[in-house]
């Protein structure tokens, strides 16, 4: 089943204006908070009315301000699962999915509740009452219940966000398997960066109430449109500067910090113009002293590293280049640390590869 939207909504000091077409995919909406993630999808399922625009399931218009159009919340055939889970105290895991389920044969109920708890892996729970459950069994019965009432679409808001990190791990891969059995039409919002990398084969990028980007996770990631894009996904080496030539297969950037920096040619990047160019700290490998560089292996860039933290299977540097106004983040494998025995004060030579060097035109 496929969505589009085209939707517009205004309130004291903020505005949403948002146009988007998905089909039966799981796409994931991500974006800092306060961009407008939730109050889209309360749009969508009909909590929260349009100031103008227009919803379309499949081929049916659920919401036309134009036209006078705003199909009940109960008749537009879309499951939005709440960040509260929002299970009725009262029921226990049995009596919560059948509840979802109308028109359907009270014969055929405890089949299909039995269905969803062995694929929601809440075999044995059936008789226990929400108060008697961990969180992620709560969140694998809000979703069933869900999936219970027979959606066309699905929408998530940030469901995992109250689950410790271990919950969360399993709970997105049993999103992914729910998702490939029950393959309907899906938005997740999210601000985790490693959440929306995970799950989103296509990610929609939101800001202040305006979708910045759209497309597969890998141009997202590792080449964002713009310079908010760009910081939103952890590009986090974020720089200004100034074409200075085109080279064979090439860009030469002047940069303030970094000075001359190549990148890989890509769009119409004319002599003199302004530029913001971006690259990955895990995509910035740390050069031996000992090792000779040629001319066409990238960006050779020294400085001394301020700061090194570990985090977890990594260490993330930040690296002082030229007189210090300028800092690079770098995160090396920890392995790569014990070896180069890098600590605060080491002088460090990294290096910027032509390729992982993105350039966004304008001032990003």
Known sequence: MSLSFSLKKSFEGFGLDVELSLGSELMVLFGPSGAGKSLLLKLLSGIVRP????????????????????VPIR?????????????????TVFENIAYAMKGIKPSDVGRIVREFTSLMRLSGLEDRYPNELSGGQKQRTALARTLAAGP?????????SALDFQVREKLRQDLLNIHEAFPITTILVTHDLEEAFMLGVRLAVINNGRIEQVGKKED????????????FVGARNIFS???????EGAVVIVSPGLGEIRAAAS?????????????????????????????GDGNVVEG??????????????????????????VEAPNFVARKLSLATGKRIRVLLKKESVWVIPGRG
């Open 304 to 329: 001394v590293i301020s700061s090194i933290t570990g985090r977890g299977s990594s260490h993330i540097l930040f690296v002082k280049i030229g007189n210090g106004d300028t800092l690079l983040k």
């Open 267 to 295: 769009g119409d990047l004319p002599p003199g113009s302004d530029v913001v160019f971006c690259i990955r700290p895990e995509e910035i490998p740390i050069i031996r002293q000992d090792r000779v560089i040629r001319a």
């Open 75 to 91: 008749k537009r055939r879309i499951g939005y699962l709440f960040q509260d889970y929002a299970l009725f105290p009262h029921m």
């Open 152 to 160: 066309e679409i699905l929408l998530l808001d940030e469901p995992f």
């Open 241 to 247: 500067g100034r074409v200075a030539r085109l080279e």
């Open 220 to 231: 997202v990631f590792y080449r964002p449109a713009t310079r908010d894009v760009a910081r």
């Open 51 to 70: 100031d103008e625009g227009v919803i379309t399931v499949g081929t049916e218009p659920v919401f036309d301000s134009g036209r006078g159009v705003d």
